[in-house]
């Protein structure tokens, strides 16, 4: 069972919008986390290589600072290796074919008001949804 945390929630949801909001006014760009990511590959853009790079950095950075902080990281990952390939690859081809991921459609789409972020969200989430159901009630 999941637990309810709607403070831990709510304060989690502020922060990411608020760091959307500031990496939208310093690069002038959207902070969708695929796109920042996959453009660490060659070919490189030589200018905005150090910010993409540190983006990265800070979200693998981030639970270990809580943790050092005395705070709990508890996660979970499944144990079947070929679900999770399967799973990393649907992702990431939804990722390319939605022409972005869900925080830049999710977060910063959504807060834009654009039609194709809320078409995309309600697709990821609805997919999720039904994901869930499935693996907890069917499987």
Not at 116 to 121: V, Y
Request: hydrophobic share 55%.
């Amino acid at each position: 069972m999941t637990e309810f945390t709607p403070l831990a929630s709510l304060l989690g949801g502020v922060l990411i919008g608020l760091a959307a909001v500031l990496f939208m006014a310093a690069n002038g760009r959207i902070a969708g986390i695929s796109g920042i990511a996959s453009r660490l590959w060659p070919p490189l853009d030589d200018k905005d290589t150090p910010m993409r790079a540190a983006f990265v950095v800070g979200l693998i950075a981030a639970p270990l600072v809580v943790m050092a902080a005395g705070g709990a990281v508890v996660q979970s990952v499944g144990t079947n290796v070929v679900l999770m390939a399967a799973a990393g690859l649907l992702v990431g081809f939804g990722s390319v074919y939605g022409a972005g991921c869900t925080s830049g459609h999710g977060v910063c789409g959504l807060a834009r008001l654009s039609k194709r972020s809320l078409a995309a969200t309600a697709t990821f989430m609805g997919t999720a949804f039904l994901t869930v159901l499935i693996a907890r009630h069917v499987l």
